[in-house]
């Protein structure tokens, strides 16, 4: 659904965002624009500068400032996909070829570069310390998140609690700055504020865990990427973790040698051992609880058409097919 069907005022103020960040991509080197244009331009749910956005307008904002710091939380955001897209050697996202694949490797972590300090940039004409320390504060976690993840690849004994520790740094860290920072900018109280904060992070968790089960249910087409690819990197996910742990030996042994080698030769042997395993009804579960606590969060924020985007929104993360 597009954000001004959600609501007419969030569209306008979308469509703002949209704007700002082409504004902000212009670089005296073509190549640095080109770059930044195209991974901007490719698609994407933009789920992150809308919950700015939401997040602000549901504290009774009124101002626009908002839409730069949705701006700045949409060029971090597409900042790390240049540079995971490096580290996982990914070929395709959104559909697209990815810009490592088009322009190589140094060139979008360059680029990758360049939007983190376009940023930064930008978050210092908003001229606010506490957003600067939430958003700069989150950028650190993020990057040990992905480290994290880096280590823990072809590693089939990380447990359910490590991979937690990593999607809530490298996904939920940056939902949770989005929300918290939007309704700081809005100047809500500490109560809303930490509300948010909390609603974001549940979200951000519940996304990745969704993310998490599609690569095992959904085609290419569907999800804009390849199917597999976390596999394929050796990434232990919680649907194989589940599956090592509550399979039979003969598939905790498959996933073991699969992680340990990373590839996809045995996909649909490893697709069938998750689904048989119930591991793709436990994420889910895990996915919803992580929902069910941030409708809960929502509570405590005053009822508004905004907040109902926002329930609305947490809704869709466990019922989507990308």
Not at 158 to 174: C, N, P, Q, R
Request: aromatic content about 6%; some cysteine.
């Amino acid at each position: 659904m597009q954000p001004h069907q959600l609501h007419p005022q969030i569209g306008a103020d979308f469509e703002a965002v949209n704007q700002f960040i082409l504004q902000n991509l212009h670089s005296g080197v073509p190549l640095v624009e080109k770059i930044g244009s195209y991974i901007v331009e490719s698609g994407g749910k933009r789920i992150r500068p809308l919950l700015v956005l939401l997040a602000a307008r549901s504290c009774g904002y009124q101002g626009h400032e908002h839409i730069n710091l949705a701006a700045v939380i949409e060029f971090i955001h597409t900042a790390t996909l240049l540079h995971d897209d490096v580290v996982d050697t990914s070929d395709l996202r959104r559909g697209k070829a990815t810009a490592n694949a088009k322009w190589g490797n140094a060139p979008s972590v360059l680029v990758g570069d360049f939007l983190y300090s376009r940023a930064f940039q930008m978050l210092v004409e908003l001229n606010s310390m506490p957003i600067m320390s939430v958003v700069s504060t989150a950028t650190n976690v993020i990057a040990e998140g992905e480290v994290l993840q880096l280590i823990n690849c072809k590693n089939p004994d990380v447990d359910e609690a490590s991979y937690m520790k990593v999607i809530l740094g490298k996904t939920a860290m940056l939902f949770e700055a989005a929300t918290q920072a939007g309704a700081i900018i809005a100047g809500a109280n500490e109560t809303h504020i930490e509300a948010l904060q909390l609603y974001g992070r549940h979200l951000g968790i519940a996304f990745q865990l969704v993310d998490d089960v599609l690569d095992y249910q959904s085609s290419a087409e569907e999800m804009g990427k390849n199917v597999g690819d976390d596999l394929a990197e050796g990434k232990p996910t919680l649907p194989l973790i589940h599956t090592m742990k509550h399979g039979t030996e003969e598939q905790r042994q498959l996933i073991r040698q699969a992680i340990r080698k990373g590839g996809l030769d045995d996909l649909e042997p490893i697709r069938e051992a998750v689904i048989a395993s119930g591991a793709i009804d436990y994420t889910f579960s895990q996915a919803q609880l992580q929902i069910e606590q941030a409708m809960q969060q929502l509570t405590l924020i005053p009822k508004s058409a905004f907040r109902d985007i926002l329930e609305h929104l947490a809704q869709l993360a466990v019922n989507r097919r990308t």
